[in-house]
RNA sequence: GGGCAGGUGGUCGAGUGGUUAAUGGCACCAGACUGUAAAUCUGGCCGCGAGAGCGUACGAUGGUUCGAAUCCAUCUCUGCCCA
């Protein structure tokens, strides 16, 4: 196991005004400026977008797939088969793939925890599926993505002190089976993910735990989770000092532009969410002047862009009115133009981020997208 | 000219004497969405009112009845068939 390391992080520059780091995670499939945002492609596919539309008109460096979605269809199998998740989905970039960790969470109702592993009932014919450490390691070694999850649960909010105590713990332990069951660690970076909810003596244990185990990066989970504003900043404000210096840090699940850029001065190096892509499909944008309902009556004779600040291929070529009038005709071109611009426009903040951290100017550059944003108060 | 079937809220369409301001779909209006069971879900949708409520309303008019979108009469309009 003395190879070398799949993922390794190089710091470039700390934020004098914020703290917030500046820095370069190097991947088998390339190098990630960070902070980075990264799309989230479930079902092997960021939805509605095509990979070249992820990197030309996005700029998209890393994406994220699904363990748990593949491994009920197509299959693990098929994938490798295939030739791996890259070839498979035609993505050269990196990729990081979760384990199934959320659907622990998400699929409440559908399954069972045990400490052996956890009992799906699939949510598309009922068939009975059990997804242990050992397996979400098997799976997620087949499609092959640069960076593998350790699979956790990821706990509601709110849950009691002892339920998350009792959670982070196996939480633990299972991440201690992924790593020992963890075999390509030359092309394969295997992040551990800290839980423990919303207490900090939690989070701390799960913190101490996990990086006595040395995983190459580390992720916050369960956090993002229905919980006001103040107490998720509270717990990543707390949770992320914890982490190493010398290895990526990931909050999972994170992904309005206010919280992309807390998690940034926190000191977070990567986020992702589902947030820009399903809220594109419900015909809202993300705009410089906040949230745009771009379905509203309000727009449909505003021939002006989504949002005039913006360079991307949606609003340099197209109206408000023509977007409004194809979502409510429910034309798959206004899902892909609103996804194109929510993800560019994520994209691109966190560019705006990553040089505001090397002028040393973030807090600066918060107050003042925070302003134009609408947002009252940054917490 | 004769026969038959019908005219219900933006629209399509239930309802055939009271619990009906009137099921449902669509359209429309608004809200939610944060490691995707999500091109989904929730709410509103006659007028006035914060609300209790009030006022109008089921082609038109008149009638029966304690009570009618529902029964009767006449008129009117639409569709189909026959001449």
Redesign the pocket.
């Known amino acids: 196991m003395d190879n070398k390391p799949a993922i390794t992080y190089e710091l470039l520059h700390v934020c004098k005004q914020s703290g917030a780091r500046r820095g370069v995670i190097h991947t088998p499939h390339g190098d990630i400026q960070t902070p980075i945002f990264m799309?989230?492609?479930?079902?092997a596919t960021?939805?509605?977008m095509t990979p070249d539309e992820l990197k030309e008109m996005v700029e998209a460096q890393i994406i994220?797939?699904?363990t748990?979605?593949l491994f009920l269809r197509p299959g693990h199998e098929l994938v490798k088969e295939a030739g791996g998740l890259h070839k498979f989905m035609n993505w050269d970039r990196p990729i990081?793939t979760?384990?199934?960790?959320?659907?622990?969470?998400?699929?409440?109702?559908?399954r069972k925890i045990k400490e052996e592993g956890v009992e799906f009932r699939s949510?598309?014919d009922g068939s009975k599926q059990f997804i242990s450490p050992e397996k979400a390691m098997e799976i997620e070694e087949a499609l092959g993505a640069d960076i593998i999850?350790?699979?956790?649960?990821?706990?509601p909010y709110p849950s009691t002190y002892e339920y998350t105590k009792k959670s982070m713990e196996r939480t633990t332990r299972w991440a201690a089976r992924c790593k020992e069951a963890h075999t390509t660690t030359d092309k394969q970076g295997l992040f551990g993910?800290i839980?423990g909810g919303f207490y900090k003596d939690l989070r701390e244990q799960s913190a101490k735990d996990l990086i006595e185990m040395d995983f190459p990066g580390y992720?916050i989970?369960?956090i993002?989770?229905?919980e006001p504003?103040e107490e998720?900043l509270d717990i990543l404000r707390h949770t992320t000092p914890l982490m190493p210096e010398n290895k990526p840090r990931y909050l999972?699940?994170?992904?309005?532009p206010d919280?992309l850029i807390e998690a940034a001065i926190a000191g977070i190096d990567m986020c992702?969410?589902?947030?820009?892509?399903?809220?594109a499909?419900?015909?809202?944008a993300m705009t410089t002047h906040g949230?745009l309902?771009v379905?509203?009556?309000?727009y449909?004779r505003d021939f002006t862009p989504i949002d005039p600040e913006c360079d991307c291929y949606a609003c340099k070529n197209y109206t408000r009115a023509y977007i409004r009038h194809l979502i409510?005709?429910?034309e798959?071109l206004g899902?892909r133009l609103l996804s194109i611009h929510n993800l560019r426009f994520l994209t691109k903040l966190m560019d705006k981020v990553r040089i505001e951290i090397e002028n040393d100017n973030l807090l600066t550059f918060r107050d003042e997208f925070y302003k134009n944003y609408g947002y009252t108060k940054e917490n």
Do not use: W
Not at 101 to 110: K, N, P, R, Y
Not at 149 to 155: G, I, L, N, R, V
Not at 281 to 284: A, I, P, Q, S, Y
């Open positions: 799309p989230v492609g479930t079902q960021v939805k509605a994220l797939s699904n748990y979605h990081l979760d384990s199934g960790g959320f659907q622990v969470f998400s699929l409440g109702d559908l949510h598309l999850m350790a699979f956790d649960e990821c706990c993910i839980q992720a989970g369960g993002s989770v229905g504003k998720f999972m699940g994170v992904g309005t919280y992702d969410c589902v947030l820009p892509t399903r809220i499909r419900h015909g809202t949230k309902v379905r509203n009556a309000a449909e409510n005709t429910k798959i899902v």
